[in-house]
């Protein structure tokens, strides 16, 4: 898709640096907390897809705040076309929908360990096709640091798992409805997030407005699908708030500012810092558990711990960096 010379994996440089570390610590304490936080103020009765459409209308809003406040509106409003939202945010979108779809038919054939360690492979295919679209490499440190980033993730996920009960089943029907899906998923979590990556970097798409975009994008495709989807028949027999309180909007609100600040750092920073907030989140959601909940972490996620922090340290440490000769 692009054809440059092959540059540092992040080129975060000087006043940036602080501001993609401040909007990585609010993702990982957003991405922490949402789990604790839906499941005390979202009710089972709530429907799925009343809290993910008011989730994306949120979105919408927040980033309209955002660009009023910083003046980008007008100029943007002004610049827009239709075939250039589609480049930048109507394929990631789509592709976004199509894991999503992936990701739940194979949650319900696999146990929660399998499913959680196959997910993390989605941070190795974000690499991979932020090489290919816009030819950033990764040293052999931020290699060996991705792989040490997994293993946390893979021991994280075997925490989480040996409390549940793994299930057992046709080994083809695992395979083809479990296994697969997961693993196609994650290849296209990786090419959607490079994608978004290459339209802010190179396209100079703003964040804010591709979460417009996506968000509009995907709600279409989710309203698409209410007409003979469960969640479409309670919503007409129940109403769509059916289940809700006030206290509801915290983690709806929560989740879309989350998402804004996805917009921010994989326009800063890129999708494969992302990956390391989202390991990093599951270490904070185990504190969170202990404190409030007064669930110990397990010893995986102990283990996990030094590993994650390794793993950033290298990362942000040994950049690539061009040679002369490629220069």
Known sequence: MVTTKPKASTPVPGKLRSRVWFYSILLTLQYGAQPLISKRFISREVIVTS????????????????????????????????????????LPAAIYALQNSLLQIS????????????????????????????????????????????????????????RKASSSGDPEQILLYGIVPVLVGSVLSGLASSLCQWASQVKNHSSYFMTI?????????LLAS???SPDGEAIRRH?????????????????ALGGILVGLITSLAGGVTKGFVVVSALLVTAML?????????STYSLVALPLVISSISIYQKYPYRVKKKEA
């Open 107 to 162: 949650y319900r054939n696999l146990d929660s360990l399998t499913f959680s360690m196959l997910n993390q492979t989605k941070i190795i295919f974000t690499a991979l096709f932020t090489f290919i679209i816009l030819r950033q490499r990764q040293s052999i440190h931020q290699i060996g640091a991705l792989f040490l980033l997994i293993m946390a993730a893979v021991l994280l996920s075997i925490g989480e798992g040996s």
């Open 289 to 297: 558990q202990f404190l409030f909940e007064g669930k110990p972490p």
């Open 239 to 255: 109403g769509f708030f059916f289940g809700w309180t006030p206290l509801t909007l915290i983690p709806v609100v929560a989740n």
């Open 226 to 228: 209410i007409s003979k």
């Open 213 to 221: 975009e996506m968000s509009i994008v995907g709600s279409l495709c």
């Open 51 to 90: 809290s993910v459409l008011t989730c994306e209308v949120a979105k919408v809003v927040c980033a309209i705040i955002l660009m009023a406040k910083d003046g980008s509106l007008k100029k943007l409003a002004k610049e827009w076309t239709l075939m250039g939202s589609l480049t930048a945010s109507g």
